[in-house]
């Protein structure tokens, strides 16, 4: 109902024009033979309030991945339209770049104030929305779900087949410096839940998880992220090693087992302390495991 409220308010005019200067209604010039064309509407067909009003939502049209991750970067990229390239450099054997692909900016689609508050609402669909099964703590993650219903398939009677979705997340990270942008589409996903938020957003989750310390991006954690990381350590002192085990692993954490013995006679963080998300708590075993120390090099100012 909102995004029909918003697309009569902008009119018929307005939303065909910005939706051919997001690159929908073009082939988007990637250096790819064959790149599919998309199928739009009509201005004239638009002006009927219902397609208006089905369109505002995302159906009855269809785009192409390529158009719709091009279209997600332009807010990403202050409002610019790229033209998207599948090959950045050419290096010869002995390292030296034969050919460089040049930044081409098609066209500034919204301003970069507009890009910017669309980008905080995004972010905000991640913290807080219907995409928090994309928020990664210490990132900034920007992105929307979709649940697209396939009216168009049919059974070999001719009659239209039911309830066919495609679920979708689209987005870019960091939010605050984009890096990466990211499209998860499922096809026809045979799940109890087929919604964009629940089954794709966490699949563009793990992979932004591996891919943005790859790229040397280093999390920057709120007071908010760091208070509600930080986990107290359960006691499992004594404890056989496989019931610790288990203990430790319900709170969130991971166990590194040091000895040979069968119980629990010493483990580093000691009970109650605070120790973050995923940190490692070390069970020692034996005396022998547990009488290994090392001493912890002053490591305060450096990279």
Known sequence: PCFMQVGARIGAENFYEYFGAFGFREHTGVDLPGEADSVYHSLETLQNP????????????RVTPLQMITAISAIANGGNLLEPHIVRQMIDDEGNIVNSTETKVKRQVISESTSAEVSEMMQSVVNEGAATNAYIAGYRVAGKTGTSEKRDVYDENGNQIQDLRIASFCGFAPADDPQIAILIILDEPHASNIYGGTIAAPVAKSILEEVLPYLGIEPVYTAEEISSMDISTPNVLNENVTTAENAIKEKGLKVK????????????PVRGESITQNGTVVLYTDEASSSLTTTVPNIVGMS
């Open 50 to 61: 219902v397609s208006l009003a089905v369109d505002s939502f995302g159906q009855t049209f």
């Open 257 to 268: 087992i040091m000895g040979s013995g069968t119980t629990v006679v010493k483990q580093v």
